[in-house]
């Protein structure tokens, strides 16, 4: 039983780690885009500028739920 109890222990800790790594590089990925989002030819691919701004609207509502 014990042992039982302390392999969740562990497991919850893992899970932990493993999102606080995901929301970090989600964080990161986030402040990539957010700086290419300002560059002035940006909607010079009209195609790609609305998928990078999805993906940036996508992220910040990620990290903010």
């Known amino acids: ?3 039982i109890s302390r392999l969740t222990e562990i497991q919850e800790r893992i899970q932990s780690l493993l999102e ?5 590089q989600r964080e990161a990925e986030l402040a990539k885009l ?5 560059a002035p030819d940006l909607w010079d691919d009209p195609q790609n ?4 701004m ?3 609207s996508d992220l ?6």
Do not use: G, T, Y
């Not at 606080?20 to 970090?24: G, I, M, P, T």
């Not at 957010?34 to 300002?38: I, K």
């Open 54 to 56: 999805k993906r940036l």
């Open 49 to 52: 500028a609305q998928k990078r």
């Open 34 to 38: 957010d700086e290419e989002a300002q």
């Open 1 to 3: 039983q014990d042992i």
């Open 20 to 24: 606080r790594f995901d929301l970090a």
């Open 60 to 65: 910040r509502n990620q990290i903010e739920s």
